[in-house]
Each structure stands twice: as structure tokens, then as C-alpha cells.
């Protein structure tokens, strides 16, 4: 069993940055993946960006390459979202999930199985 709770969400002004965090309580996650998905309203969850969280291999949204990176920190098992030059389309509740094992970084709501409750980031144009 892995808990996660998210902090970090807020208003941020469009071009701005902010970083998520994501701590992580439980089992051990060396062969864990990790990820981000957020939902706008009225819109599906979408996957943002994840990690292996042995091997570091990384993996992002098309929406959001190049402007967010995802890194963590393995002795506090906390995971990170950086978000820079937010845009309005980035207003959306992020989620952190987890799921024991997988080959690479999974990219499916399905693939993971746990969730942490999610924070709102909001961007103001």
C-alpha cells in the first residue's frame, strides 16, 4: 500500500512558475512508477509526466514538454512537478499516482493504481 498527498497547487500568473510536490508513505517504491495527470473541467484526466523511479527514465505530455519537468527525490520519497511558463490550459486539479512495476513510464489512468487526492493549480491570464 503507497498513500500520496499532494501540495503545492495555487494561483499562478500565466508565463509564471510553480512546483508540485508529492509525498509518498508506505512500501518501498524502487520499482515503482510514478506519474502526473490533471483534469480541467469538464475535461478527461490526461497524463502530464512521469518516472521510473529506479532508473530516473522520464516521459511528458505532449502539452507540456519542454515547459515541465518531473524529478524526485528518493530518500525523502517525494516526487516533484515543475511547471514554468504556465500557460491558461495548464488550470486543471494535478494528480500524483503510483503503481508497483510496469516496463518504462506508463502513460495510462488504467496503469496506475494509486492516486493522491489532488491539488488545484489555477493560471490567470
Known amino acids: 500500500q503507497v498513500q500520496l498527498v499532494e501540495s503545492g497547487g495555487g494561483l499562478v500568473q500565466a508565463g509564471g512558475s510553480l512546483r508540485l510536490s508529492c509525498a509518498a508513505s508506505g512500501r518501498t517504491l524502487s520499482r515503482y512508477t510514478m506519474g502526473w495527470f490533471r483534469q480541467a473541467p469538464g475535461k478527461e484526466r490526461e497524463f502530464v509526466a512521469g518516472?521510473?523511479?529506479?532508473?530516473?527514465?522520464?516521459s511528458y505530455g505532449d502539452s507540456v514538454k519542454g515547459r515541465f519537468t518531473i524529478f524526485k527525490d528518493s530518500a525523502k520519497k517525494n516526487l516533484f512537478l515543475q511547471m514554468s511558463d504556465v500557460k491558461s490550459e495548464d488550470t486543471a486539479v494535478y494528480y500524483c499516482?503510483?503503481?508497483?512495476?510496469?516496463?518504462?513510464?506508463?502513460?495510462?489512468?488504467?496503469?496506475?493504481?494509486?492516486w493522491g487526492q489532488g491539488t488545484q493549480v489555477t493560471v490567470s491570464s
Open positions: 518516472l521510473t523511479w529506479s532508473g530516473g527514465t522520464t
Open positions: 499516482a503510483a503503481v508497483n512495476g510496469g516496463i518504462g513510464v506508463l502513460r495510462l489512468i488504467s496503469d496506475y493504481t494509486y
